[in-house]
């Protein structure tokens, strides 16, 4: 059989060497197959193979025909540097050189036919090699439905895919590698068999020694000669590649070899702490990455508290508190790591300096007690095993999570005050990383201790006299540098001095800011003095600082019960300490009311008027009083700051009874002066926009109105407007519906929630079109108050809206009679619309043409136009109304014979 096999050989090494080629191309995916026979080999195998049930007859019939009807082909060269194997049509009948070849093909042929003859056994065993696997073959398990790849491989190569990295890997990264694989010579057959291959590395996945969570990649295309052959994609870790093109699939026979991308993707909870790691792909291929360096960063605290841990800095540690009753101090330490990888294995210890003692039972990961078994003692410190205590609790270190360890010692006040340094240090993946934390105390002043105040009164009204004490110091500590500030609300009036004892440098008073010596009041609170202590001496004395301040006989705007507060501050550059007094008082405030009220719009000459009423107390008569207004003006509400003009020459004052009442205008003061005043009055004001108020986007207009008496600031009133148009805004639409032949029409009046200055409740009348009726007589009526107040004071949102009123229209001629759409909606939250001021109303309702109508355009082939008006009325006079017209055409069949005719539908415009 061996020998047979060479005679085929040599018979077709001439025509090997002529038409071996090299097949290959790049693609999404390459995968290239070397031809190393000729075809006319590959042609005479299969002759061979179907000679075995065949006569002898049939054989060189066979021959005969392998001879004759060979297709030769030839070798072209590609776009590219590859060559490919291309059909060719037959050659003409003059001799070419591809005749030449095929001549001796045909010769070398019939020589080994000659040879060939032999026993049916041997020619049994000369069988196609994928036809009769060996023992060794046949212990592969097919898929069914796939070929195993990993079975038909002679070798495999694994690297990393351009631009990836093999070194510095992160652990929770993924990692995109590149195959290359050669299909064995004897496996081509199998590969026929089944085009499509499957290369499984779930066990590569699912080993428990392994890093990986899984595979994934996009897949991609099977390229050869710039042609597809098929796909390859990666689904269930396996990347599975399918032929599509078989005719090119078969026609190969060895040398068959190929690439394909995927990733790699890493599980950092697998991955842990290794510095590196090997994979042993399927067939034989390795390939090592090494990770980044495993790190930990963290920090190191102490304090007196968790939450007064100073930093790792070194910053002073306040030696004055938390004293315990034997005289040491109690320290709150902390320390903080996070891992940049998962690891296997934490441990801290920390080292105790200055005779600190560990407070037993204090050790804490992430606020949980660790249990003893973790921790180990020593004279002078003590080591926890954070990563068996994780383990003990099925969890472990994880990467990118902050641990951190709290756990408090107690130190002699001697070794605190000499100062110490406490280090941490952590190990792990056989590296240990420490940090530390400086105790560098300083002798501190406790600051709530330095300063008390306290405060007496005489009363609780107008006139009551308050007494203010403030002591500085009562532990005689050096007060060198610090300063002292006192704050308190403005509704007061220092009396006296403010003195202070014993003298500091000579001398006995401080300065008070001079607005508490003034009798304009407010509810804000200011500074009354502030001294610092010069630091280039020694103020240890305990001092006394007191003042007087009285609540005043007349108080303005101020009046009613209001909150009184004084408070006093000791401070320097390490800290603060304060001390706060407050108490009630009743203020008599004055004998009279002002107040200011939005008049009117002048539109045309851009005027808005504005009353002012002062009311008087019956049996009240005020002397030498005086009203400032001042106009504003702004286009949008938060800047309504420009400078209006008021219109001296036009304002007028009145009583109640509309008598008027004397008055001087004071245009340089922007005041309106009265001698004197026994009743209530009321100012009307006109005050002029310099800019046009109905051409602003927005335009909003304020006025303040401040009484004085006596030259003395009073009460204050203030009024804003915002300029609405007066006109109803109202819309209307229409839909068509073809299957029930009705219109749908949607009035909408005061879509933006407009607020007017005159409300009245909303009258609806619609006038049908001609030749329409209402198809339904139910109307649907929603309101939206935007969350606006309607005349009882209730907020109206959108619940009658999604809970609309259905109203019974009344029609008569053609027209739906005013309909109050305030009224009939559900009984919800006992609140209803009760005028259009604020609120958007929403009509909906159906019409249909009457049957008088459909009989009229019956036929006519012209387009009808309906045109519907809608009206809002205040139930008199019309506020704006809404037009829609809607076209309907009228489209009928003309029959010429008695085949069946779909008709159209009916054609319906609107504009």
Known sequence: MKNNSFKRLIASAAIAVLLACNIGDAGTSVVSYAAAATTEQAAEEKTEKAEKAETSQEKEVRKEESETKETPREVTEDSGTDETIKETPEAPAEETAEEETEEKA??????????????????????DASAAPSEEEEDIAVPAGSTSLTGMIESIQVGPKTGQSTTDVPRDDKVSVSVSYKISDSKVGEAQANPEWEYDLTDMVNDPDGILSSISGAGGEIMQGGSSRGTYRIEDNKVILTITDLNWLNAQESNVSGTFDFSLNLDADKVKDRGGYTFNFPGGGDFHIDFEEVKVSGE??????????????????????????????????????????????LSMTDTLTGSQTLVAGSIQLNGTAIPSDYISTSGDGFTADLGAYLASTGSSVKKDTDYTVTYQTTIPESALKSGQANTAAFTYAGKTDSFTTNITPVSKKNYDSLVKKSMSAD?????????????????????????????????QLLEGDITISPAVNGMTTLTPDARFSDDELSTNSYEVFKYTFPSDGTFTDTYTITYKTKIPESSGSIEGKQKVENTVKVEDEDGEGTSHVEDQFTFPGEPYGVGKKFSSWDTDNNVINWTITLTVEEGTTLSNISIQDIPYYGLDQWNINRDAEVLWDEITVTDTDENAVAFTPDPANKS?????VDKTIIIHVPT???????????????????????????????????YVSQTVDMSKNVSYDEASKEWTWT?????????????????????????????????????????????????????????????????????IQPIDLTKGYPDIYNAWPTGISGMKYTITYKTKLSADEIARIKGNTEEQTYNNVASVTDGT???????????????????????????????????
């Open 459 to 491: 009363g609780d009204g107008a006139g009551a006299v308050i007494t203010y004490t403030i002591t500085v110091n009562p532990e005689h500590a050096d007060m060198a540098g610090m300063t002292i500030s006192d704050t308190m609300t403005d509704l």
């Open 877 to 911: 006079n019309v506020k704006n109304t809404a037009e829609k017209e809607t076209t309907y055409k009228y489209k009928f069949l003309e029959k010429s014979d008695n085949s069946p005719e779909k008709l159209d539908k009916d054609i319906i415009e609107y504009s």
């Open 688 to 722: 002029k926009s310099p800019v046009s108020i109905t051409e602003q986007a927005d335009f909003w207009a304020k006025n303040t109105a401040q009484v004085f008496m006596d030259g003395k600031k009073g009460k204050t009133a203030e009024a804003v407007k915002r």
């Open 106 to 127: 045909s010769e070398a042929a019939a020589g080994e036919q000659e040879i060939k003859e032999e026993t049916e056994e041997e020619t049994d065993q000369a069988q």
């Open 672 to 676: 309106i002066k009265f001698d004197q």
């Open 300 to 345: 190191k605290k102490v304090g007196t508290r968790y939450n007064q841990q100073a930093t790792s800095d070194g910053s002073n540690f306040d030696v004055t508190s938390e004293k315990n009753d034997d005289g040491t101090y109690t320290l709150y330490y902390s320390a903080r790591v996070k891992p940049n990888a998962t690891l296997s294995g």
């Open 747 to 815: 009035v909408v009046i005061n879509p933006t929630n407009a607020e007017f200055d005159e409300d009245y409740v909303p009258y609806f009348t619609d006038q049908l079109p001609e030749g329409m009726e209402l198809a339904d007589s139910t109307i649907t009526v929603g309101c939206n108050g935007g969350g606006h107040t309607n005349a009882q004071g209730q907020v109206i949102w959108g619940t009658h809206e999604d809970n609309p009123a259905k109203v019974t229209a009344d029609v008569q001629n053609g027209t």
